[in-house]
């Protein structure tokens, strides 16, 4: 019972950075962890990150170690990815979810989706 909705995507150049945010509505609280995944043309729905309810906790694809950051405001019901040296190979479909499974990796362990927003990093 929890909306989501992504915004901040847009086109970068390779080594640039972009900031992801996730507004949520609905029952925010009931929500015990959010994460983000992308999916790119022709292939399955990613993990890229993950975050616990109280921001304690993250965990990050090795795609992302080191280059993105999750975290969460949870007095403004919203959650941000912050998105370093981009590569070609990030360009995709970036979704925000949110679901009861503590730091889960894989998209059934989660419930509620937004609708994405598109990364598109040129060469």
């Known amino acids: 019972q929890v909306q989501l909705v992504e915004s901040g995507g847009g086109l970068v150049q390779a080594g640039g950075s972009l900031r992801l945010s996730c507004a949520a509505s609905g029952r925010t609280f009931s929500s015990i962890a959010m994460g983000w995944f992308r999916q790119a043309p022709g292939k399955e729905r990613e993990f890229v990150a993950a975050?616990?309810?109280?921001?304690?906790?993250?965990d990050y694809a090795p795609s992302a170690k080191g280059r993105f950051t999750i975290s969460r405001d949870n007095a403004k019901n919203t959650m941000n990815l912050q998105m370093n040296s981009l590569t070609p190979e990030d360009t995709a479909v970036y979704f925000c979810?949110?679901?009861?499974?503590?730091?889960?990796?894989?998209?059934?362990?989660?419930?509620?989706w937004g609708q994405g927003t598109q990364v598109t990093v040129s060469a």
């Open positions: 975050i616990s309810w109280s921001g304690a906790e993250t």
């Open positions: 979810a949110a679901g009861f499974v503590g730091l889960g990796t894989q998209a059934y362990e989660y419930n509620s």
